[in-house]
C-alpha cells in the first residue's frame, strides 16, 4: 500500500497567517491527490482534487500544488473558521490512503 | 441534492459481526461515475479508508481488513452494505459512508457518520 506522510501533525497560527502543510508519498502517485478539511464533530469535507483543482465553492484562499512524491496544501490567509484537521489521500493505487492528519489551531 | 446516510448497531460485542447500511439519496449507483466508500476514524484518529464499490460493481478492500469486510449494493434499494466480521474493542471507531466520483476517486459527498463501540 502506497503510504502517505503529512507534516507538521499539528500546527499552530494566527489569523492572517500564511499556512502550509505538506503531504509525501511513498511512491509516484502523479498528480492523483485530494485533500479533505475536517472540523471537529463533523465529516471530512473535499477541498482540493487533483493535487491542484479547487472545488466549486471552496474559497480561493486556499490551494494545492506538487506531484509524483511530494505535494503542498496552503491556506493564504488564515482565517478563524478554517480551524479543522486536514487530510491528504492518494488515489493513484488502490487501495486508497489517506495521511495521518494536520490539526491546525489558532495561536 | 445528494445525501448518504449511515445506519446500523450502535454497540457490538467482541467477536461479533457489524452490518452497516448506507442509504443514498439524490444519484443513482448505477451511475457510470459515481460509487460508494466506507472509511472509519477512530475517537481523536485519524481517517482510515475501508472498501469501496465502483460504479460497476468493481469491489476493492483494505490490505490490512481484507479478511474482515464484505462491501455490496442494492442498486434497488438505493443502499450499500458493509460488513465487518470478528469486531474487537479496536475497531471502535465512528464509520463514514461517502460518495465517490470516479473520475477523481474523489469522497464528493459524506455522510454523518455512525459511531460503533465494541464492548462486551
Known amino acids: 500500500d502506497i503510504q502517505m506522510t503529512q507534516s507538521p501533525s499539528s500546527l499552530s497560527a494566527s489569523v492572517g497567517d500564511r499556512v502550509t502543510i505538506t503531504c509525501q508519498a511513498s511512491?509516484?502517485?502523479?498528480?492523483?491527490l485530494n485533500w479533505y478539511q475536517q472540523k471537529p464533530g463533523k465529516a471530512p469535507k473535499l477541498l482540493i482534487n487533483?493535487?491542484?483543482n479547487l472545488e466549486t465553492g471552496v474559497p480561493s484562499r486556499f490551494s494545492g500544488s506538487g506531484s509524483g512524491t511530494d505535494f503542498t496544501f496552503t491556506i493564504s490567509s488564515l482565517q478563524p473558521e478554517d480551524i479543522a484537521t486536514y487530510y491528504c489521500?492518494?488515489?493513484?493505487?488502490?487501495?486508497?490512503?489517506f495521511g495521518q492528519g494536520t490539526k491546525l489551531e489558532i495561536k | 441534492q445528494v445525501t448518504l446516510k449511515e445506519s446500523g448497531p450502535v454497540l457490538v460485542k467482541p467477536t461479533e459481526t457489524l452490518t452497516l447500511t448506507c442509504t443514498v439519496s439524490?444519484?443513482?449507483?448505477?451511475?457510470?461515475?459515481?460509487?460508494v466508500s466506507w472509511i472509519r476514524q477512530p475517537p481523536g484518529k485519524a481517517l482510515e479508508w475501508l472498501a469501496h464499490?465502483?460504479?460497476?460493481?468493481?469491489?476493492s478492500y483494505s490490505t490490512s481488513l481484507k479478511s474482515r469486510l464484505t462491501i455490496s449494493k442494492d442498486t434497488s434499494k438505493s443502499q450499500v452494505v458493509l460488513t465487518m466480521t470478528n469486531m474487537d474493542p479496536v475497531d471502535t471507531a465512528t464509520f463514514y459512508c461517502?460518495?465517490?466520483?470516479?473520475?477523481?476517486?474523489?469522497?464528493?459527498?459524506w455522510g454523518q457518520g455512525t459511531l460503533v463501540t465494541v464492548s462486551s
Open positions: 511512491e509516484d502517485i502523479r498528480k492523483y
Open positions: 487533483g493535487a491542484s
Open positions: 461517502a460518495r465517490i466520483r470516479e473520475r477523481e476517486s474523489a469522497l464528493d459527498y
Open positions: 439524490g444519484f443513482s449507483l448505477s451511475n457510470s461515475r459515481m460509487g
Open positions: 464499490i465502483f460504479s460497476n460493481g468493481e469491489k
Open positions: 489521500q492518494q488515489y493513484d493505487n488502490l487501495p486508497y490512503t
